[in-house]
C-alpha cells in the first residue's frame, strides 16, 4: 500500500485542469523531500502516471512547499517546538504534501456529490426560522409537485422522441420500399438495377448516422451511448460532468432520433431514461445554467441530497415512459440505479413513473386517432393475444435458454469491451468517430442487402403483419420474409419475433439474421452516437430464442408446445439476463410491455436468474462494465473481496492538509492554489502551524472555502457581511462553484483571519484507524459520505478516506 | 426534556423482570439524591410510572449507590481528586446513576437487536482465518441454499393450512346445508325448525374458536393477531420475545385453521407471513431452542444481522405463498417490513418467494387432482375471464372510491383502535379473552342467520358458481343470494364478490352485509385469536366497491361500464389502501392473484393513492397504529417532528454507566447486577473510579460481559482460556443469552481482572454533543444502531443515545 502513498493527498482530483496542476513546479523554490515522516520514508515515485495533470503531480512527489522544517509526524506529538502559537502566522507558508495513486494517476478526474448535508451553523439557523409545521408540509407539496411535473415533461419528451422516430422511419422504408418494387429484375427479363435501392438505402443511413455522430463527437461526447451508466453513476454519487445539462438532453434526443432512423443497431430506451434524469434535475433545481436563468423557484432543494432524489424519480419516470411499464420503471430505478433508498422515496419514484405512463398514453393515443378514450397499456413490444401457457416440463428448457443467454451475454459483453478499447487506442480523433459510426451504419446496411438478395425465404402475403411486405424475387402472392426482418425499426423487429405467427421464417434467415444482429450490436454498442442497447440485445435474443424452438419444432414436430413467440420472449429476456444482468426489473418490464400474465413471471424469472448467474460467473454486466472501463469511481453493493481483513489505516491516505478553526485567509487562499483536494479538516488546539495534529472540530468543502474567500466573510469585517449570510449564500453558487483562480489576490487582506465555526460542518463521521475496511464502507456507504475521518484515540486527524480508497488497490 | 432523567439511565430495559427492580432498596445503605450534578439538578420525580419493575425504578429516582461522594459531572474534569489510579479498586462500590423516563415506564420492555456486527478482535480474527475465496463463496452457496429451504418450507407450511382449512370449512358448510335443506319449513305447511341449523353453526363456529382463542391466551399469546406488525418491529430492530420460536408457528397455525374455520371475520394470509418468518428464522440458525437441538449447521449465520436478511425472506416467502404473488410478496417485504436494503438481499428474497410460489402451487395442483402439469398461477381471488378495460372518464370514480377507501379505513382504524383500548382496560383476564372471541364467533353467526331469515334474495340457479346454494324459502329453481355470501370462507366470499355475474345481489342485501361485515371484521381484529387483516378488508371494500357500482347502474341504467366485479376490485383495493396504507405491493398482490392485467394497474394504484392520502391525514395504517399501541419502539422513516432543531445533548442520557478497559470482575459483576443496561462503554484513560470521563475506546454488550462472567475469562487465568477462545464461544450462547443471575458469586474471584481489549467493539459510532438530532437519526436508521455514544472534543463520554431517544418525547 505504502507505494501508493506520496505527500499530496489526492483525494478527489478536481475536474478543473488548471487546478490540478498542483503544485506548479515555478511557484516552489525549494522542493526537497521529507525524510522525518515516520512510515512513509519507503516510498516509490509512483510509476504509471500519464497524462498532463497527472504527469505534474507525480513529477513533484516528496515536495513541501515551505522552507521551514517539516515538523508533521504523529509519532512525536509531544515534542512541542517554539513556534508561533498566536493566530498571526500568515506570513509562514503552508505545509503540503502530496499523494498519488498509480491509479488514480491515470484516470479521469470524476469528483464526489455532497451527498451528505452539511449542517452547519447556517443551516441550523435557517432550520430553527423554518420549524413551523407548515414550512416542512409546503415543502412536502412542493416535493409532490416536482415529481409530478417530472413526469409530465418527462413523457412529453419521449412522446416527441417516440413519434419524430416513427414517422421518420415509416417515410425512410416506405421510400425504400417503393424503390425496391421499381428496380427489381423482373421474371420477364425487364430492366431493374437492385443497386439503387441499396444505394438509396446507405444515403438514408449515413447521413441522419453522420449527422447525429457528429453532434454527439462535436456538441457533447458526454451523450454517447445509452446514459444509463452515467446515471447510475451519478446516483451513486460520482460527479459525471455535464450529465445533466438542457444541452446534454438537446444533443441526446436528437442524437437517438438520427441514430435509430439512420437503422443503427440500437434502441431508444436508455436515451429517454437519460432525459428523465436531466428533466427531474432541471426541474428541480429551478433554474438553468446553460440559459443562465433562475426562476427563483424550489430554492430549498438546490444541494446534491435532494437533486439525486429527482434524478431518481426522472430515470424511473424515463423507464415508464421508455417502455410503458410504470411497475418497471419504479424497479428499475431500485434495481440498477438506486444507491439510497427509502420508503417515502420509493413512493414518490412510483407516482412520478406512473403519471408519465399516463401522460405518454394520452398523447400517443391522441396521435394515433384512438378517441375512444379507452386505457389499454402501452405494450410497446406488442400484446400476446393468448395467455402464454407453460408446462413443468419447460422448465428445464427455460433453464437452458437462460444458460445460453448468460453465455452469449457474457460473450457480448466481453467482445464489446474488447471491440471498446480497440476504439478507444487506435480512432482518437474526431472525425474517425464519425467516420467510424458511418462504417458500421454502411455495414448493416450491406448485410442486409446480402442477406435479402441471397436467401430466398418467401412467405405468403396476409400472414404477417409487416407493413411493408418487400415482393423482390417472390411470387405474386408472396414476400420477403428476409427484408421484413430488415425493413423497420429494431423494435418493431422485436415486436414481429414475437408476435409473427408459426413459419414466418426459415430456420436459415433466422440463423442469419441471428449472428448479424449479434455482431452489428456488439459493433455498434460504444459507437460515438447516443443509443441504448435494451432493444437490439431483446432483439437478439429473441431470434435465437425463435430458432431454438424452430428448431426443435423440426425434430420434434409433435411437440405442440413450442410456440415460438413464448420462446422469443424468454430468449429475449435470457439475453438480456445474460447483458444488463438486471433480473426483477427485466422482468416485470418484460411483462408491462407484452401484456403477458403475471402467471408467465415464472419461467421470465427462471429464464433471467440462469442467465444471471452463468454470466456473472464470467464478467459484469454491460453498465457495470462500462462505468469500469472509464474508470468511474463507483461504491459497489459489498466492499472488494482484497479490502476483507484491512483496516483503516491500509487504506487512508495521511498526512491531511488541514486547516485551523480560525486560519489566516493567507493559509487558505495558499492552500487552494496549492492542491486540489474537495474537503479539509477543521482542526482545534493546534500548536503553531502543526495544523494535522489538531484536534478534529469539523470539515469544510472547498467550495465553501471559495465562496468565503470570494465574499470576504472574514473576522475583521465581520459586522458588514453577518447580518445578510446565510445558508442561501452558498447555495446560490450550487451547483458550478467558481474555482479559485476566480478569487482575486488576497493583497490587502493578507493579514485577515476566518473563522470557520459557523460554516464548518460540525459533525465529520469519524472512524478509528483499527477499525475493519468493510464496517468502514458499510458505514461510508450506508451515509452516502465523501469524506471520512479517521481519528486516534485523542479525537486527533490520523488520516482522510475517500470514495477512491475503496476503489484502486 | 431535564425532567424525564434521573440517575439510572435506562436506554434498553431488560425483559427479565429479576433484573428490572434495579437498584433493590435493601442493597442500598445511603440514598442521597446528586446536587453538584450540573444541568440535571431541575428534576421533577416522575410521575406515570405503573407495575412492579418500572414502580421500582421510578421510586429510586436521585439515588447513588456508593458511600462515596459522587465525583460526576463534566463540566468539572480538571478537578482530580486523590483517589486511587492503580487497578485494584474493586473494594470500592461502583456508582451507579439512574434515568428513567416518564413514557418508558409505563411501556412493556422491548429490547433491542444488536445488528451492528461487533467486529472485536477475536471476530477479526475468525475474518482472517476465512479470508479465503474458497470460505466466501461457501458461505454464499449456503446461503442461497438457505433461502430455497426457506421458501419450500415456507409454502409446505401454507399448503398444510390451506388444504385443512378448505377441507373442513367444506365439511362443515355441506353439513350445514344440509341441515337447512332438512329443517326449512317448506311451504306446504311440513314441520321444520330452522333454530336446529342454527344452533348447529353456533356449535360449530364456537368449538374452534373457543378451541384457537385457549391455545392462543394460554399457550403463546404473541401470536394473537396477523403477525406482521411484530415481524415488521422485529425487522425493525426490536426484539419481540418468542416471535420467532417453533411453539409460536404451531399455536399459530393451528390458531389461524380453527378461527378460519371457526367462520371469524379474518384472513389466513397474515399469520402465513408470521410462519415464513419463523421457519426463516429456525432453519438459518440450525438450532432449536425449543427442542433443545443444535443441528451444528449454520453457524456462521448465528447473529441478528444475518438472521434478519432471513426473516425478512421468509416474510416474503410468506406473502408469496399467501397469495401466490412472488412480486408481490417481494414488494410487501421491501414496501412494509424492509427497514435495511441492499440488493443482494432484494435478490435473494425474490428466488425465496418464488421457490415458495413453485413449491405451493405443485403442492396445490396435486393435492386438486390437476395432473397436466400446467403452471396456471394461483390466482387466490379468483382470475378475471376477460381483461379487465377502463375508460378514462372512470378515473375520477376510482378516486372517488379511493377516497371512500380511505375514510372508511380510516374509521375502521379508530374504532378498532377503541375497541382494543377497552379490551385492554375492561377485559384483563385470560378467560375474558377466550370468551369474549366466542360471543363475537356468536354474533356473527347470529347476525348472518337473521339476515338470511329476514331478507328475501331469490335468484335463479346456474348463475352463480356458489358451492352450497341452499334454497331456504326460495322457489325450487333459486337460491337464496344472502345465504350464499355467508355460506362460506371470507375469502370465498370475496372471490363471490369479484366474480359473480352482474344482478347476483339485490342492493339491500350487500349494503347490510357490508354494514354488518364492517362490523363484525372491527370487532373481530384484536381478539385474542391468530388472524390476518386482509381478506375482512378486502371482503368488505369488495362489498362496498361492488354496491356503489350496482346503485349507480340502478341510477343510470345505460352505463355498461359500470361491471360490478370491477367496482368491487377496485373498492377492494381501496378499502386496503384505507386501513393498511401499503400502495404498491398491494396493487401488485392484487394483480397477481386476480390476474388482471398490467394495464389495470393503473385504476389500481389511482384508488390505492387516493385511499393512503386521505387515510393518511386522519390516522396510521392499522399496523403501524398497532405498534404505536403496544409502545413498540420502532424507528420511523424519518425523525419525529418533534425532533427538528433539537441537539444530541438534548436527547442523550448521562451520566453513562462505563467500565474501564481493564476493570475488575467485582466491578463488573454488582454493574451487572445492579442496572440493566445492554451496551456499555469501554473507557481508558481513567482517574480512579472517575469511569464516566475516560476516553472512549470502545463498547460491550451486557451478554458479552456475562459470557465473560460464566466463562471465567479473566487476566489472571489467561493461560487457560485463551487458546480455545474464540469468537464462537460467544455466538454458542445465541440468542438466548443467560441473566445475570446465572453467574455464580465471584467470592474467590473477587480480585480478579478483565482485559476487555479483546472482547469489546473498538469502533462504537460516536457523534458530537452539538450534532443535530434529524441526523444522528438517519446515522442510527441507516447501520441499524443500538447504542451511539455522544462524546466531547477530548473523546471522552458525553452521553448514550438510543432506539428510545428517538420515539419518546
Redesign the interface.
Known amino acids: 500500500m505504502d507505494d501508493r502513498r506520496t505527500l499530496i493527498n489526492l483525494d478527489d482530483e478536481s475536474s478543473d485542469e488548471e487546478d490540478a496542476i498542483v503544485p506548479q513546479p515555478k511557484t516552489l523554490p525549494s522542493s526537497k523531500p521529507v525524510q522525518n515522516f515516520g512510515d512513509y520514508q519507503n516510498e516509490e515515485p509512483s510509476t504509471s502516471s500519464s497524462g498532463g495533470a497527472a504527469q505534474s503531480i507525480s513529477g513533484n512527489n516528496h515536495l513541501i512547499d515551505s522552507d521551514q522544517p517539516p515538523l508533521l509526524g504523529n509519532n512525536a506529538p509531544e515534542i512541542a517546538p517554539n513556534t508561533q502559537i498566536n493566530g498571526n502566522v500568515n506570513d509562514s507558508e503552508p505545509i503540503f504534501h502530496l499523494r498519488s495513486r498509480t491509479a488514480a494517476a491515470s484516470t479521469p478526474n470524476y469528483e464526489s456529490l455532497d451527498y451528505e ?1 452539511c ?1 452547519n451553523t447556517l443551516f ?1 439557523d435557517e ?2 426560522k423554518r ?1 413551523t ?1 407548515r414550512f ?1 408540509l409546503r415543502k412536502d407539496v412542493i416535493r409532490w409537485i416536482i415529481f409530478i411535473q417530472i413526469g409530465v415533461i418527462t413523457a412529453l419528451i419521449a412522446c416527441t422522441i417516440d413519434i419524430i422516430i416513427e414517422e421518420l422511419s415509416a417515410r425512410k422504408y416506405s421510400f425504400l420500399y417503393d424503390s425496391v418494387q421499381k428496380n427489381v429484375p423482373l421474371s420477364d427479363g425487364s430492366s431493374g438495377d437492385l443497386v439503387i435501392p441499396y444505394l438509396y438505402w446507405l444515403l438514408l443511413s449515413i447521413v441522419p448516422v453522420a449527422f447525429g455522430a457528429a453532434m454527439v463527437t462535436y456538441i457533447e461526447p458526454i451523450t454517447a451511448g445509452s446514459g444509463i451508466p452515467q446515471v447510475k453513476s451519478y446516483l451513486n454519487g460520482v460527479k459525471i460532468p455535464r450529465i445533466v445539462r438542457i444541452k446534454t438532453l438537446a444533443v441526446k434526443a436528437i442524437g437517438v432520433i438520427t441514430s435509430v432512423v439512420g437503422g443503427l443497431a440500437g434502441g431508444k430506451e436508455g436515451p429517454m431514461i437519460h432525459a428523465g434524469a436531466v428533466v427531474a434535475a432541471g426541474i428541480s433545481q429551478g433554474k438553468s445554467t446553460t440559459f443562465v436563468k433562475d426562476f427563483r423557484v424550489f430554492k430549498a432543494f438546490r444541494d446534491d441530497h435532494e437533486k439525486r432524489d429527482f434524478v431518481l424519480g426522472g430515470g424511473a419516470a424515463g423507464v415508464s415512459a421508455a417502455f410503458g ?3 418497471g420503471g ?1 424497479l428499475f430505478s ?2 440498477e440505479a438506486a444507491s439510497f ?4 422515496l ?2 414518490r419514484t ?2 412520478a413513473s ?1 403519471i408519465s ?2 401522460t405518454l398514453n ?1 398523447v400517443l393515443s391522441a396521435y394515433h386517432g384512438l378517441n ?6 402501452l405494450f410497446n413490444l406488442g400484446k400476446f393475444d393468448q395467455p402464454l ?5 419447460e422448465l428445464p428448457i427455460f433453464m437452458f435458454l437462460g444458460v445460453t443467454g448468460g453465455l452469449l451475454g457474457a460473450a457480448w459483453n466481453s467482445l464489446n469491451t474488447k471491440i471498446n478499447n480497440f476504439r478507444k487506442r487506435f480512432i482518437p480523433w474526431k472525425i474517425g468517430k464519425v467516420i467510424e459510426a458511418v462504417v458500421v451504419a454502411m455495414m448493416g446496411v450491406t448485410l442486409a442487402c446480402l442477406m435479402i438478395y441471397f436467401i430466398n425465404d418467401c412467405r405468403p402475403l396476409g400472414n404477417d403483419p409487416t407493413n411493408n411486405p418487400v415482393q423482390l424475387f417472390c411470387e405474386d402472392n408472396e414476400y420477403n420474409a428476409v427484408a421484413a426482418l430488415w425493413f423497420q425499426t429494431p423494435e418493431a423487429t422485436v415486436r414481429s419475433l414475437f408476435h409473427d405467427p408459426p413459419g414466418s421464417h426459415k430456420i436459415l434467415t433466422l440463423a442469419l439474421f441471428t449472428v448479424v444482429y449479434y455482431v452489428l450490436s456488439c459493433a455498434t454498442f460504444g459507437l460515438n452516437v447516443s443509443l441504448g442497447v435494451f432493444i437490439p440485445t431483446a432483439l437478439v435474443g429473441a431470434a435465437w430464442g425463435r430458432l431454438l424452438a424452430m428448431i426443435t419444432f423440426y425434430m420434434f414436430p409433435e411437440a405442440e408446445f413450442l410456440h415460438p413467440g413464448k420462446y422469443a420472449l424468454i430468449g429475449a429476456a435470457a439475453n438480456l439476463g445474460g447483458v444488463l444482468r438486471m ?2 426489473s427485466l422482468s ?1 418490464i418484460l ?2 410491455t407484452t ?1 403477458v ?3 408467465f ?2 419461467p421470465l ?1 427462471i429464464a433471467l ?1 440462469s442467465a444471471k448467474w452463468v454470466g456473472d460467473y464470467f464478467n459484469e454486466g454491460i453498465y457495470d462494465t462500462q462505468i469500469q472501463v472509464n474508470h468511474v469511481p463507483m461504491l459497489t ?2 466492499p472488494l ?1 482484497q479490502y ?2 484491512l483496516t483503516a489505516k491500509e487504506i487512508l491516505s495521511s498526512p491531511v492538509v488541514c486547516i485551523k478553526l480560525r486560519d489566516s485567509a493567507h493559509y487558505i487562499y495558499q492552500m487552494l492554489k496549492k492542491c486540489d483536494h474537495n474537503g479539509f479538516p477543521v482542526v ?1 488546539d493546534v500548536q503553531g502551524n502543526r495544523r494535522s495534529e489538531g ?1 478534529v ?1 469539523g470539515i469544510i468543502l472547498r467550495s465553501q472555502l471559495i465562496v468565503i474567500l470570494l465574499k470576504s466573510l472574514y473576522v475583521e469585517n465581520k459586522r458588514f457581511w453577518l447580518p445578510e449570510t446565510s445558508i442561501q449564500t452558498f447555495r446560490d453558487v450550487y451547483p458550478r462553484y467558481p474555482s479559485i483562480k476566480s478569487v482575486r489576490k488576497l493583497d490587502d487582506k493578507i493579514n485577515y483571519t476566518v473563522d470557520l465555526s459557523m460554516f464548518m460542518n ?2 465529520p ?4 484507524p ?3 475496511v468493510p ?1 468502514i464502507f ?2 461510508f456507504r ?2 452516502g459520505l465523501r469524506h471520512l475521518l479517521v ?1 486516534n ?3 486527533r486527524i490520523a488520516g482522510i478516506i475517500t470514495r477512491r480508497d475503496f476503489i484502486y488497490k
Open positions: 448535508v449542517e441550523q432550520q430553527r420549524l409545521e416542512s411499464a410504470p411497475i419504479m431500485l434495481e433508498w427509502n420508503q417515502n420509493i413512493w412510483l407516482v406512473i405512463v399516463f394520452i375512444d378514450f379507452t386505457f389499454t397499456g401457457k407453460f408446462d413443468y416440463f433480473t426483477i416485470v411483462m408491462e401484456g400474465e403475471s402467471s413471471f415464472f424469472i436468474i453493493w459489498e473481496p476483507k481483513g482545534d484536534r472540530c460540525p459533525s463521521v469519524r472512524v478509528n483499527h477499525d475493519s464496517r458499510q458505514i450506508a451515509l481519528i484515540n485523542e479525537n
